[in-house]
């Protein structure tokens, strides 16, 4: 029994070797792209309240700016907490993939948008 017996599973698993009749996870990457798209859109969002929450609170005052205020404060902490856990399933999806699969299985065969 040589090396390649212990070692090809993992060299395999790590995405270094690829075997006869295999071909990269098209699926493993649309859930790459999604994750990284996720990611900038919220960043994006994270900065536009980063912008408007001090502004209203500059800008608007009695009434009802206090309750605005509050309520942007809150859409901005929901947000960040909602975005960190979209991460992290994109995170686990993604490390239970295989980095390369059958040629005809649907894996393979992944087309989404």
């Known amino acids: 029994m040589g090396w390649d017996s ?5 060299l395999c698993s790590w995405g270094v070797v690829m075997l006869d009749g295999e071909v990269p996870n098209a699926y493993l990457k649309a859930i790459r792209r999604e994750r990284d798209r996720s990611v900038a859109y919220e960043s994006k969002l994270a900065g536009v309240l980063d ?6 609170s500059d800008a608007w005052v009695g009434g009802c700016s ?7 404060s809150s859409l901005k902490f929901r947000a960040s907490g909602v975005a960190d856990k979209v991460v992290a399933a994109f995170d686990s999806a993604i ?19």
């Open 6 to 10: 212990h070692f090809l599973p993992l």
């Open 51 to 56: 912008l408007v929450v001090p502004s209203v």
């Open 66 to 72: 206090g309750g605005v205020v509050s309520q942007l």
């Open 95 to 113: 490390r239970s993939q295989p980095v390369h699969v059958p040629e005809g299985s649907w894996r393979a065969l992944w087309r989404g948008r």
